[in-house]
């Protein structure tokens, strides 16, 4: 069936360097898209989020870029920080109402 | 303002039991949605309510089962536990007209 999927399961950076996290999907009829951060022990929590009449939005130290065409969304985090490990998910609506699908999550890791 | 409660945050059951898990939505926010987490899984949709009423249910069998209060809260119900069930239950709760999801920091259940 249509899921939602990412790219590398996990990340490594330096602190102080710049994150990518990629996520694909292949609903066509998703038109919501949202990345949360979940750190041990706790519930995910909200980034940033987007629309699918955007192809960019950006927040504080992050930017959601979104490319329909190809059905991919990444996360970039600026100037990544310890504070920033965590599994980060892309989630998406599936059109269906008020559910969200989430990709499986990429574990970032920042060294220092 | 407070964010998604949810209680009790671990739980231990045998299998056969039933279980009761709770969870209180950010005030203002009239939908609340249940999620499983498991490691081979990921984050998987349970169901969501609003105003008392289900409007979406996921791929679970029918042991699962919820229920929301006059006041947005919401009970989760799982029935005749398998050893498959152990999981991080995560509430999320959103406004009316708002995909946002907001989570809480889930139920940890062990089915024995």
């Known amino acids: 069936g249509e899921s939602v999927g990412l790219h590398l399961p996990t990340l490594s950076v330096q602190e102080g360097d710049n994150s990518i996290i990629n996520c694909a999907y292949s609903n066509s009829a998703s038109d919501y898209f949202i990345w949360y951060k979940q750190e041990s022990g706790k519930g995910p929590q909200f980034i940033i989020d987007?629309?699918?009449?955007?192809d960019k939005r950006q927040g504080q130290r992050v930017t959601v870029l979104l490319n329909k065409t190809v059905k991919h969304l990444s996360l970039q985090i600026a100037a990544t920080q310890p504070g920033d490990s965590a599994v980060y998910f892309c989630a998406e609506n599936n059109g269906s109402g008020y559910a969200l699908n989430f990709g499986k999550g990429t574990s970032l890791l920042v060294t220092p | 303002k407070a964010g998604v409660t949810q209680t009790p945050r671990y739980l231990i059951k045998t299998r056969g039991q039933q279980v009761t898990l709770s969870c209180s939505p950010i005030s203002g926010h009239r939908s609340v949605s249940w999620y499983q987490q498991t490691p081979g899984q990921g984050l998987q949709f349970l169901f969501e309510?609003?105003?008392?009423?289900?409007?979406n249910k996921g791929n679970f069998p029918g042991r699962f089962s919820g229920r929301q209060f006059s006041n947005s809260r919401s009970e989760m119900n799982v029935s005749t536990l398998e050893l498959g069930d152990s999981a991080l239950y995560l509430c999320?709760?959103?406004?009316?007209?708002?995909?946002?999801?907001?989570f809480g920091p889930g139920t940890r259940l062990t089915v024995l």
């Open positions: 309510y609003f105003s008392e009423t289900q409007r």
């Open positions: 999320a709760s959103s406004l009316e007209d708002s995909d946002t999801q907001y």
């Open positions: 987007i629309r699918s009449n955007m």
